[in-house]
């Protein structure tokens, strides 16, 4: 019988890689009940523990860590594939870790640092306000890509400031006549990109003169994959049978565009002739899509560069600048119109 994976027995129980991993090491944060089930499922499957990473000095351990939040984002999947090309050129092994909605990110670090050895880290998708009290305890260089809130210049980061380029967006929606724009956003509590997106949805707003609606924002319901089409045409489908009067829709992801699209579609609407439809990141997906979205692209091959090339110099300690803020590009496509006067 094939030898069960530690990704396997978290699915098993519902829980992260990293919950399995903290029940398997015996760590005091977590749930008494939780690791009681976590080793009843290792017993009854027959989980064998790898434990050779722990066995190695770190100076033998050419590793790093890449932990995701956001995950189902296809706008991290080039960056990725830099991180390890760029890993591999430098003879390091690449470690890829999913960080579950409501973990911290810096704890799984933590975590991971001493099951694997690792030699630098890389935060992709951000950091919420609990994760950043903790980047101290880190005893390995790292850095914050896409950053989530507007971070002190000494800690090492690479990203676009998302509440200027959000706001922009949303300036543009309102010059081409657009008052009345619904928003499709994370969830409530979210404290990750999709909060610095409604931040700038909300100043472009003010900043015009238009009164905030709450019931044109459309949140992700707890535990759904936010940036993802299935939740942009389910919003979306609510949008329109709440009676909420609207002209445009901006999506906080070309991904949750393009579900809109579809459902205004599916709803007998057209787009942009009945409703404007705008989304955020500049995925490729997004200029084939017909109509093509009216976007903001951030440069994210340049981000990713920039993100390791800040990691390796840091890991070999030379001289970089550790933070480091992207310009975006407004693409207007075919997915929005001007109102007539």
Known sequence: MEQITIK???KLCGVGVSTVSRAINNHPDINEATKQMVMETIRKYNYVPNNSARNLKRSDSNTIAVLIQGITNPFFAD???VFERAATGKKY???LQHV???ENAVDVAIQLEK??????IVFLGGLNSRAGEKLQRLPVPFVISTATEELDESVPTVTVDDVKESSRMVDYLV???HKKIALLAAAKDDASIGKLRYNGYRRALQKNGIAYDEGLVQWTQAGQPIYSMKNGYRMTKELLESGQEFTCIYAISDSMAVGACKALFDAGKRVPEDYSVAGFDGLELSEYYEPSITTIRQPRREMAEATIRLLFDMIEEKAAKKYQVFEAELIEGGSTRRLEA
């Open 175 to 177: 010059s081409c006549g």
């Open 93 to 95: 092994s690449f470690v």
């Open 115 to 120: 099951e694997k050895r690792l030699k630098g």
């Open 100 to 102: 579950e909605e409501r």
């Open 79 to 81: 960056m990725i594939q």
């Open 8 to 10: 396997e027995v978290a």
